[in-house]
Nanobody
């Protein structure tokens, strides 16, 4: 089992920045990639970004490209999501997820999920 704990969410204004963190513990050796999804009220969970745990190869949703940066610190078993130029449409609960294999942009590829952290961007 792998436990994921997110932190760093909050209430910010349009144009502000936030950095989300996701600390992994447990059998982390089994994980090949970790990423972020988000879910706004009344909407489906959507892919944001993922990073390969070994190669640092990354993938971003179109909505995140140019504004968000995913990174990892293997020594701390932690993945970060730096979010800049935030917009009201970025408001959602952000979930950290970890997986072994599968298509990164698909939620079913992930075996472990965190509890989520709320990000609210006001006008």
């Amino acid at each position: 089992q792998v436990r994921l704990v997110e932190s760093g969410g909050g209430l910010v204004q349009t144009g502000d920045s936030l950095r989300l963190s996701c600390a992994a513990s447990g059998n982390t050796y089994s994980v090949n990639f970790m990423g972020w999804f988000r879910q706004a009220p009344g909407k489906e969970r959507e892919f944001v970004s993922t990073i390969d745990w070994t190669t640092s190869r990354t993938q971003y949703a179109d909505s995140a490209k140019g504004r968000f940066t995913i990174s990892r610190d293997n020594t701390k078993n932690t993945v970060y999501l730096q979010m800049n130029s935030l917009k009201p449409e970025d408001t959602a609960v952000y979930f950290c997820a970890a997986g072994v294999q599968g298509r990164w942009a698909v939620p079913t590829a992930y075996d472990y999920w965190g509890q989520g952290t709320q990000v609210t961007v006001s006008l």
